[in-house]
């Protein structure tokens, strides 16, 4: 087993208005000693943007921002700004995100040059409603699919809501990989219950056209289905992937159904360096749960919800939400970690 130590919550909602009700799931950018955190603050009503804050080594907070660093603008996110992830490739930031109108969560995309500015370029996922997505899933390709790709069709369904054409597809925890591999921009996002795979050399090339056509072929762009007891449910992507020897390693979510409800874990696989669509091993075990009374009670309980790291030496630092109402950070090594998934087949 991996030695995990908690250090507890860092962050917690204020009383300013935008994040008066919780602060969670940040992404994460570091810097030398400074660690950047871009965080989901919610106010009364659901409503989210990303606040900003940033420390002296790990856990230190040295700064945080009173008012919003990226607020809501669009229909499109109307509701909120969820989850934030970022990379930098070359000179530009990227910050992929939730975006989510009060009925649709869809992947969503943001660029700046210095952190201050940003540019917003929309949505980059489908969008295309359940009867257009239960269409393309029944392609050849698709037909040994896990079931679970047909669950929000069948339950909209159920409840007579599967013929509401603007009740769209849901597709989150859009990550990119911190740098391009052949070339190309790669991105994890999360059609539920899997992680998948994208590959491309523009943005201008997520067309509908595009998107239909990977759709027809979701099979072959699946990189890690739900396997074993603690991701039973469904999974998706937490921070940027990280760069290694060994391959990519990617610390992701994993949740299990119990007698009681959901438990979200903490996970972690290995992809291939040059072909990252191929898995090369992943744990069968957490690498941490809820344990701690700030992870099991909150806004949803029973919750580690991992979306940035922060490496000093060999000690990786991991930024997790916490029941959904904090932001908590854990301490891990990461060639302990690389060790026991080498022992995975």
Request: hydrophobic share 40%; glycine share 6%.
């Amino acid at each position: 087993m991996i030695t995990v130590e908690k250090f507890g919550i860092i962050l917690s909602p204020t009383d300013h208005e935008f994040e008066n009700n919780a602060v969670f799931n940040p992404g994460v950018f570091q810097e030398g000693n400074m660690v950047r955190l871009f965080y989901r603050a919610v106010q009364s009503g659901n409503i989210s943007t990303i606040g900003y804050a940033q420390t002296d080594g790990p856990t230190k907070i040295t700064y945080r921002k009173e008012h919003p660093l990226i607020s809501r603008e669009f229909d499109y996110e109307k509701q909120g700004i969820e989850d934030a992830r970022i990379v930098k490739i070359d000179d530009t930031y990227y910050i992929t995100y939730t975006a989510y109108d009060g009925i649709n969560a869809m992947g969503a995309l943001a660029t700046s040059k210095d952190l201050i500015h940003f540019e917003k370029h929309g949505l980059v996922t489908p969008q295309i409603n359940y009867q257009q997505y239960e269409l393309l899933m029944a392609s050849n390709e698709n037909a040994k699919l896990n079931p679970k790709y047909h669950h929000y069709y069948n339950l909209f369904a159920q409840i007579g809501l599967v013929a509401d054409e603007f009740r769209l597809l849901r597709d989150k925890d859009l990550v990119l990989f911190p740098r391009k591999i052949n070339g190309k921009f790669v991105m994890l996002h999360r059609i539920w219950p899997g992680i998948q795979i994208v590959c491309f050399e523009d943005w201008k090339e997520l067309t509908p056209a595009f998107w239909n056509n990977y759709l027809k072929n979701l099979a072959k762009h699946i990189v890690l289905d739900p396997k074993g007891t603690f991701e039973i449910n469904y999974i998706g992507a937490g921070g940027p992937p990280i760069e290694t020897p060994h391959g990519w390693l990617v610390i992701y979510h994993g949740v299990q159904e119990t007698a009681t409800g959901r438990t979200y874990h903490a996970m972690a696989a290995l992809l291939h360096l040059e072909k990252p669509e191929f898995e090369i091993a992943r744990l069968p075990y957490p690498l941490f749960s809820p344990t701690k009374s700030w992870e099991k009670e909150g806004e949803v309980n029973d919750v580690v919800f991992p979306t940035g790291h922060a490496l000093f030496g060999n000690d990786l630092y991991i930024y997790y939400g916490a029941a959904d109402k904090h932001i908590a950070v854990a301490k891990m090594d990461i060639t302990e970690i690389l060790s026991e998934l080498k022992k995975q087949p």
